[in-house]
């Protein structure tokens, strides 16, 4: 879709705006063309004399309107305009991001459709001059004819016929050394038909002998049909036995690869076999550690249920004395009270011997 990068095709101005297009069904709904603002641009083309507007989104054109002096540009909001294009059927819509980029192509629109107007009225122009010459000379030229015919002298309608006469002599003698070289080349074709018809011949005796030939090939070549037969019958077979022969190929391979896996396996058994027949040997060793161990572990019950009657006698014996022991400190504690009773009563004492020496 690079049609608006003519060398004759040049942009004269470019914006940016948000492309839409009205919904065909509804015929009332905005649909965008472009998900984001896109360059929009007018584009004149020198050599037709014509205006578009071109938008291409990425690699995809979204408007390619060419400008006619019927269009008409509307503005219906602040930074929106449309216009309606009758060859693409379809009406396009551009959002921009201000007014005044709005306002500004709007009169650029004006002024290219102004420009257009003017490129059609030359080319109408120009279309009627030419045609208006056109019907003038064709005017012109049988009047003077007729004149000619009807108004004409003698020595004129000899004028006329004297060219005519030279143009059928020249004919005549052209037909004349036709005939002369066609009467030269009918002597070439009897030599030539004559020498045919001698090939002729010659080829007839050629294709009757080589018909007879024909007959021995057919039959050598019925054979050669037979032995053929034959031998793709015998190719047959043979494929036939290359095939079983090639999948007991492969069944061999098969099992091939199955006894070496069975082999594998058979060493992994024959080494389990031998680490069992080494723990076996140790066996005996490991019963006899076995019943020492367990021998040793019911004297070691025995001591412990000894040591466990050692403990309860201790137990008893420290509850016994943790009772004596608080017997103890009761009478302890009793021994005390008395003990700071007989000190508080000899502190009395003390003080009443002071207060006697005192007074004595």
């Known amino acids: ?60 054109v979204i408007i390619n309107s060419t400008i006619t002096p019927n269009m008409t540009f509307t503005k219906t909001s602040q930074k929106f305009g449309q216009w309606a294009d009758s060859r693409a059927n379809t009406v396009f819509g551009l959002g921009f991001a201000s007014e005044q980029q709005l306002t500004k192509f709007a009169e650029k629109f004006q002024e290219v459709k102004e420009a257009a107007k003017l490129a059609r009225d030359k080319s109408q122009e120009k279309v009627e001059t030419l045609s208006n010459h056109s019907q003038e000379s ?28 030279a143009l059928l002599q020249t004919e005549n003698e052209r037909l004349k050394s036709a005939v002369e ?57 043979l494929e036939a036995q290359c095939n079983e022969a090639n999948q007991e190929k492969q069944k061999n391979a098969q099992l091939t690869v199955r006894v070496k896996e069975l082999e594998a396996e058979l060493q992994d058994k024959e080494q389990e076999l031998e680490n069992l027949r080494k723990q076996a040997e140790i066996i005996p060793q490991l ?16 001591k412990n249920k000894e040591l466990e009657g050692r403990i309860e006698g201790l137990q008893l014996d420290i509850d016994d004395s943790r009772q004596k022991q608080g017997n103890m400190k009761g009478e302890l504690k009793k021994f005390m009270d008395i003990l700071d009773g007989k000190i508080d009563e000899l502190h009395e004492f003390r003080q009443g011997l002071s207060k006697l020496g005192v007074d004595n």
């Open 1 to 60: 879709m690079g049609c608006h990068e003519d060398l004759g095709e040049q942009p004269i101005y470019t914006t940016r705006a948000h492309v839409f297009q009205i919904d065909p069904t509804t015929k009332k709904n905005w649909v965008p063309a472009s998900k984001q603002a896109v360059t929009v641009s007018y584009f004149y083309d020198s050599t037709r004399n014509s205006y578009r507007i071109i938008s291409v989104d990425g690699s995809k």
């Open 138 to 165: 064709g005017r012109e030229t049988p009047t003077t004819n007729q004149a000619s015919s009807i108004n004409g002298t003698d020595d004129e309608k000899i004028s006329h016929v004297g060219p005519e006469a």
């Open 181 to 237: 070289q066609s009467n030269t080349n009918a002597k070439k074709w009897e030599t030539e038909l004559q020498t045919l018809r001698e090939n002729n011949a010659r080829l007839v005796d050629a294709l009757q002998e080589s018909s007879a030939n024909v007959e021995s090939w057919k039959k050598q070549l019925s054979a050669c049909k037979e032995e053929s037969d034959t031998l793709r019958e015998k190719i047959a077979e």
């Open 287 to 302: 019963m006899a550690e076995c019943e020492s161990i367990t021998t040793k572990l019911q004297a070691a019950e025995t």
